[in-house]
């Protein structure tokens, strides 16, 4: 079977990083029983459930372009939201992974921006000769890309798609299909990344892939802030993507 799915994402990155230069857990202090005489909680001083945000509000605070100075940022097209939205999985458990990767929230969201980065490619010197001018141009190529999504839910949604995810990781370890518009990719493997300190809680994962027997490894990075869950995928050419730190701070940063 042609893992076209994964094979489409690749090449997606090419085309991110093309367009890009063109443009150039908790605990509880209770000890027993409250005394009887213990006055009980007035209901009035228990938080609001928390409100989710609009697709317009959460566009606000999408990274920009003058949030990460050294990368070239592309906002995501209503087509490629479109494709994340209606990937499948042949596990149920694992979709929560296929959505984290395919610029679509987790779970149910109120509202949602995406974007696509790549950090801008090192200039080759002005007397450079032509053949280091095209291993630039190559080089630029190879960056890895990443897709960010940043979704808001209602009361505790964003700590249910966290839940999902983590669980995702565990059940999904072994692997599973991930289909696209008809594209089937086999993922081969899920392991922890390296580990993120960032938000309220933070995940990480290496997702390995076999694209008609070329090995692909995409880092994703999941943080929760609040009822806001941001999702980071990366990919690149060379197979091996590393994990969009600049990315994650710029955009964890803007979350508040």
Same mark, same amino acid.
């Given at each position: 079977?042609?893992?076209?799915?994964?094979?489409?994402?690749?090449?997606?990155?090419?085309?991110? =990083?093309?367009?890009?230069?063109?443009?150039?857990?908790?605990?509880?202090?209770?000890?027993?029983?409250?005394?009887?005489?213990?006055?009980?909680?007035?209901?009035?001083?228990?938080?609001?459930?928390?409100?989710?945000?609009?697709?317009?509000?959460? $566009? =606000?605070?999408?990274?920009?372009?003058?949030?990460?100075?050294?990368?070239?940022?592309?906002?995501?097209?209503?087509?490629?939201?479109?494709?994340?939205?209606?990937?499948?999985?042949?596990?149920?458990?694992?979709?929560? #992974? !296929?959505?984290?990767?395919? #610029?679509?929230? !987790?779970?149910?969201?109120?509202?949602?921006?995406?974007?696509?980065?790549?950090?801008?490619?090192?200039?080759?010197?002005?007397? $450079?000769?032509?053949?280091?001018?095209?291993?630039?141009?190559?080089?630029?190529?190879? $960056? +890895?890309?990443?897709? !960010?999504?940043?979704?808001? @839910?209602?009361?505790?949604?964003?700590?249910?798609?966290?839940?999902?995810?983590?669980?995702?990781?565990? $059940?999904?370890?072994?692997? @599973?299909?991930?289909? =696209?518009?008809?594209?089937?990719?086999?993922? +081969?493997?899920?392991?922890?990344?390296?580990?993120?300190?960032?938000?309220?809680?933070?995940?990480? @994962?290496?997702?390995? +892939?076999?694209?008609?027997?070329?090995?692909? +490894?995409?880092?994703?990075?999941?943080?929760?802030?609040?009822?806001?869950?941001?999702?980071?995928?990366? !990919?690149? #050419?060379?197979?091996?993507?590393?994990?969009?730190?600049?990315?994650?701070?710029?955009?964890?940063?803007? #979350?508040?």
């Amino acid at each position: 079977m042609r893992s076209t799915f994964v094979r489409r994402s690749v090449m997606t990155a090419s085309a991110v =990083s093309l367009a890009l230069l063109a443009t150039a857990c908790g605990s509880s202090d209770s000890k027993g029983e409250a005394k009887a005489d213990a006055p009980a909680p007035a209901a009035s001083s228990a938080a609001p459930a928390a409100k989710g945000k609009t697709d317009a509000e959460m $566009a =606000s605070v999408i990274v920009k372009q003058a949030d990460l100075p050294d990368h070239l940022i592309k906002e995501a097209t209503g087509a490629e939201a479109a494709l994340g939205a209606a990937a499948t999985s042949d596990k149920p458990e694992c979709l929560p #992974l !296929v959505r984290a990767q395919s #610029l679509a929230p !987790v779970g149910t969201a109120t509202g949602a921006a995406r974007t696509k980065v790549v950090a801008k490619p090192k200039e080759p010197a002005a007397n $450079a000769s032509a053949e280091e001018k095209v291993k630039a141009a190559m080089d630029a190529l190879g $960056a +890895s890309a990443t897709a !960010v999504t940043v979704a808001s @839910y209602d009361g505790k949604g964003a700590d249910d798609a966290f839940a999902a995810l983590k669980a995702a990781g565990t $059940a999904c370890a072994g692997g @599973y299909t991930a289909t =696209s518009a008809g594209d089937t990719g086999k993922i +081969s493997k899920v392991s922890a990344g390296t580990p993120v300190t960032a938000g309220d809680a933070a995940l990480a @994962y290496t997702v390995e +892939s076999d694209a008609d027997g070329e090995k692909i +490894s995409t880092q994703l990075v999941v943080v929760r802030k609040g009822n806001t869950l941001a999702t980071f995928s990366a !990919v690149s #050419l060379k197979g091996t993507a590393e994990q969009p730190k600049a990315v994650v701070d710029a955009q964890v940063k803007k #979350l508040g």
